[in-house]
């Protein structure tokens, strides 16, 4: 064995790195630190400077980047914690242990806050339902997502899909938790000082997902089958007990930190808490309860067991916290300390195996400024003339809506308890999410989660703008103004530059309409090395956004069941651009035009305007233009009456490819009694934001008169019954064959 | 249905005003519906939640029990079947064997089966998924403490939330429970399978119920309805109805 090979598979670089900061080898056991530590999973080495341009700058901010979650203040007192993390490599592997483990894992992110965790939210990316292993993958990670959040009681209130093969290899599985948390209660994940001790509780650790965290910052290549056992195993039943035990010591004021033993597990947690104080922390792997007493103590150093916290307190306290684990039927001990010399030392009663100064294992982490290409994603125009026109605005339609990524998702949610802990308002199948803050001021926290893979592919710059709009505009839908936002940046392998150069551009969108829009960015998270056989995904970020809604009783729900309501569409009407749009997927990428850019100052008008119309209570109900275009949007909004239909009569002459299909961002369509239409115009003058008359929602009816651009009169009539049962059978019908 | 034969000692105070009767709120490790069942009970005014544990061995001072829903114990080994062999059950037994009220709701509904306090067998839905979602129930009796404002023939609107909720009773037993009057909730389009589209069941004296779909999530000005007020509304007037005509 030549000195630079790495036990732990860290590159010989990185060996080489090791020993110079060392002076010396590493014994086994430092190895393994370093691999987890160093993994791109814990160092964000390639990410980290790209990441400096998001800012979480802001006077709600009460917690941002480097905690375990993210936390804004909504009102005096109450604050939300909340953060979005992926668990795409372990799901792909163990579909339900690893959707499972994901979720236990963001919600005890939330919990080592303080908070307590009230709505769960998700966003899933697969390859086509076509092949029957994304059928099974798809049915698993679901059962996943219900298996741990249902029994830990926290509702699963927002998601959404996409199915395309480009994901066919790298599945993504997101995961966003929130929770509400008192500010006396509020913990951080930093020590104090030192002489703290530091308690274990939770399950015992065992051997599964031992180097989860190397794992996931690696490809996948074709013998991949024997990555199973670094899977963790999820036990939500301990885990519920974990939540209830770790809130009560933190109502306690009983811990100085908490942190989830979450990737690279007790490593991870112990080196982070000590080191963010510049302290550092001696362990006593002897003491750490085990499944299997003959672990090595590397592996239980990197052991990834589900369902483990590690409180830092001050020794009086520590009685205490360790009768609060055992009346939850929970294992707890204390496993060391933390020390003035900022060391990671690891000992096994009197022998010590590690001795690591703690910044060599953070600071002094490997950061690469990785090499990238710029991506070129204007549109090409030497490509042929698009042929999206030949077809019919009804055949588009059909096709648009037999496919699962335009169908109706009740399979989907129907797995999911997204009512326990009655705070939901306005649950899935919404634009946002509404959950109610039980307090006395009747305010209520929205939640948006949006990914748009297409429009990314086509245009990371873009489409990271495009998804931040988007969020902002399905809160604005449901009456709420964004609070911050958390991310999830999938992407494929950060060694090739081309990946690198997307990844960079998606940031650049992001940061620029977070900015723009004034939203902090206060968690996230970063996937790389999604890739298979050196083939990485399409750049995929994903945001969760939260929102204030002020006064519940003026939220507006995304359905209404009521003929005779007016429609209509406020908004930025100027680009009705089809690039990147879920039309412009159907057909393969057809469509020549460029991704739209966001109005940024439109969309800013169009929030005040709904905020002032669900204050006034004028509006019913209310759709942010969606995947697929108005024509779906609407679609979607009577979707729950069964004979509910629409009859559309245009007032003006119209480009019709566009007017239907095009997603550009900053519009939302109406439904309102028809007495109120003259104060909504007056509104949208006010805040100038263009408003459209469309119809009225009608029982029976599908139609849509219009006049194109050369002035001919054109009438598109649909069978309501035969839209509405295709829309709802696209995705169940794939799923409810399974055997 | 027999008349209980001991009413809790409650006395009406000098100011000639009952005071609130007790509803005992049983939490095991892993109950997820506790708090939303709690804050029901405490929406009703003359109703009082308390907390009971798991490991109590005697009820005292209560004048009725809601084991409300979840994962108790995990679901692990069979759904209610560990909750069903704790102290607080042995005490919710004798409770019951006094005529007072007993209601278990989702994970609380298959605890009583699995205690025997009920009849039949709660199995994995048919669709053998979790299903959430609407689904309305028709009362079939007013002769439970919990359907006293619930004629037969009321159609509510409540949510399920479950995935073992699927009904079972062999046909003699069925043909006994639905001749004795003690199914009280049917399933106006049976979500799960059950037989004879069953939701809710009794006890043969009435006292006891049990019943898959969710009242406490239908109490609040923000849902969908309030028909889940009517189960504690009726529990207090039965309550009130006993205070003053014990026998």
Request: glycine share 8%.
């Amino acid at each position: 064995m030549t000195s630079t090979t790495s036990r732990f598979r860290i590159p010989p670089s990185e060996m080489e790195m090791i020993q110079s900061l060392l002076g010396r080898e590493p014994s086994l056991t430092e190895e393994a630190v370093f691999s987890a530590m160093w993994s791109e999973h814990c160092s964000y080495k390639s990410s980290r400077i790209h990441l400096r341009s998001f800012s979480a700058l802001h006077p709600r901010v009460k917690a941002g980047p480097g905690e375990n979650a993210g936390i804004v203040q909504v009102q005096d007192g109450i604050s939300v914690a909340f953060k979005m993390e992926s668990h795409n490599h372990p799901s792909f592997l163990e579909p339900f242990q690893g959707s499972a483990t994901g979720v236990g894992g963001i919600l005890r992110d939330v919990i080592a806050m303080g908070a307590r965790p009230v709505a769960l939210a998700n966003s899933l990316v697969f390859g086509s339902l076509r092949h029957p292993r994304h059928r099974t993958l798809f049915q698993r990670v679901v059962e996943g997502i219900a298996g741990y959040g249902n029994p830990a009681g926290i509702p699963t209130i927002a998601g959404e899909t996409w199915f395309d093969d480009r994901y066919q290899s790298n599945i993504l599985v997101n995961v966003m938790a929130v929770g509400i948390v008192k500010d006396q209660s509020i913990m951080s994940a930093k020590a104090s000082r030192e002489g703290l001790l530091a308690i274990y509780i939770g399950n015992m650790t065992g051997r599964d997902g031992v180097s989860g965290a190397a794992m996931a910052s690696r490809g996948f290549t074709r013998d991949g089958d024997d990555l199973r056992p670094q899977v963790q195993i999820a036990d939500p039943y301990a885990g519920k007990n974990l939540m209830e035990a770790t809130l009560e010591i933190a109502r306690r004021g009983l811990a100085d930190s908490i942190q989830d033993m979450g990737a690279a597990g007790l490593t991870s947690s112990s080196t982070e808490m000590a080191g963010r104080a510049g302290l550092g922390m001696e362990l006593d792997v002897s003491l750490v309860p085990l499944r299997d007493p003959t672990m090595e103590p590397w592996e239980i150093l990197l052991s990834e067991s589900q369902e483990r916290m590690l409180v830092l307190a001050t020794p009086q306290n520590a009685e205490t916290i360790l009768e609060i684990a055992s009346s939850w039927h929970l294992s707890s001990a204390v496993i060391g300390k933390t020390i003035s010399d900022a060391r990671f030392v690891v000992r096994k009663k009197d022998h010590t195996l590690a001795s690591i100064p703690i910044s060599h294992l953070t600071d002094n982490a490997p950061l690469y400024q990785r090499p990238s290409v710029p991506t070129n994603r204007t549109p090409n125009s030497e490509a042929a003339p698009s042929m999206a026109g030949a077809h019919s605005l009804s055949d588009l339609f059909h096709r648009m809506i037999d496919h699962p990524n335009g169908g109706d998702p009740r399979w989907i949610y129907r797995h999911f308890d997204f009512e326990v802990q009655t705070r939901t308002v306005l649950g899935p199948g919404h634009d946002s999410a509404v959950i109610d803050l039980k307090s006395p001021s009747g305010s209520g926290i929205a939640i948006s989660i949006v990914s748009q893979p297409h429009a990314c592919a086509r245009d990371p710059y873009r489409g990271g703008a495009l998804i931040v709009s988007k969020a902002v505009t399905e809160l604005a839908a449901v009456g709420a103004f964004p609070l911050a936002l958390t991310d999830c940046l999938n992407f494929g392998n950060p060694e090739n530059p081309v990946v690198m150069g997307e990844f960079q551009e998606a940031i650049r969108g992001i940061a620029e309409a977070s900015i723009a829009f004034d939203i902090p960015v206060v968690s996230g998270n970063v996937s790389l090395y999604n890739e298979t056989d050196q083939t990485s995904i399409p750049p995929t970020p994903m945001i969760g956004v939260t929102g204030l809604l002020p006064a519940l009783r003026n939220r507006i729900s995304g359905h209404t069941k009521a003929p005779g309501l007016k429609l209509a569409i406020v908004g930025y009407m100027e680009n009705m651009s089809l690039g990147g749009s879920y039309l412009d997927w159907i057909l393969e990428g057809d469509v020549q035009e460029a991704v739209p850019s966001v109005p940024y100052e439109k969309i800013r008008g169009l929030s005040s305007f709904m905020m002032a119309s669900s204050a006034r209570g004028s509006v019913t109900a209310t759709r942010a233009v969606g995947r697929g275009g108005i024509v779906r949007t609407l679609l979607m909004m009577v979707a729950s009456a069964p004979s509910l239909g629409f009859y559309l009569d245009l007032p003006k002459s119209i480009e019709p490819l566009g007017f239907f299909f095009s997603e550009s961002p900053g519009r939302i369509v109406l439904a309102y009694s028809a007495e109120e239409e003259s104060r909504i115009s007056e509104m949208a003058k006010e805040w100038n934001v263009t408003f459209l008359p469309l119809g009225y929602t009608a029982p029976g009816v599908w139609t849509i008169r219009f006049r194109n651009m050369e002035g001919n009169l054109k009438e598109w009539t649909e069978n309501l019954g035969v839209i509405k049962s295709r829309f709802q059978r696209a995705l169940s019908q794939f799923m409810e064959e399974l055997p | 249905m027999k008349t209980p034969s001991k009413f809790h000692e409650q006395e009406i105070s000098e100011t000639g005003i009952i005071p609130p009767f007790k509803v005992g709120i049983v939490r095991f490790p892993g109950t997820n519906c506790d708090t939303d069942t709690f804050e029901a009970v405490e929406s009703i005014s003359g109703l009082e939640p308390v907390w009971l544990s798991y490991h109590q061995e005697t009820i005292r001072d209560i004048d009725a029990v809601i084991l409300p829903g979840g994962f108790s114990y995990g679901d692990y080994l069979r759904t209610g079947a560990m909750a069903a062999q704790t102290p607080v059950v042995s005490a919710i037994r004798k409770f019951a064997d006094d005529g007072k009220p007993v209601m278990g709701i989702c994970n609380g509904f298959q605890i009583l089966v699995e205690s025997k306090m009920l009849p039949g067998a709660l199995l994995m839905n048919a669709s053998r998924t979790f299903i959430c979602e609407e689904s309305p129930v028709v009362s079939q009796t007013s002769k439970t403490p919990f359907n006293t404002l619930l004629p037969e023939g009321t159609r509510i609107s409540l949510p399920i939330a479950h995935q073992e909720g699927r009904y079972y009773l062999p046909e003699k037993e069925l043909r006994e429970i639905e001749a004795s009057g003690q199914v009280i909730f049917r399933y106006v389009n049976n979500p799960n399978g059950s037989v004879h589209d069953i939701a809710g069941v009794s006890n043969r004296r009435g006292n006891v119920v049990g019943l898959m779909p969710h009242p406490e999530r239908r109490v609040r000005d923000s849902s969908p309805s309030r028909d889940g007020l009517l189960l504690f509304e009726s529990l207090l007037i039965s309550l009130r109805n006993r205070f003053f005509h014990p026998d």
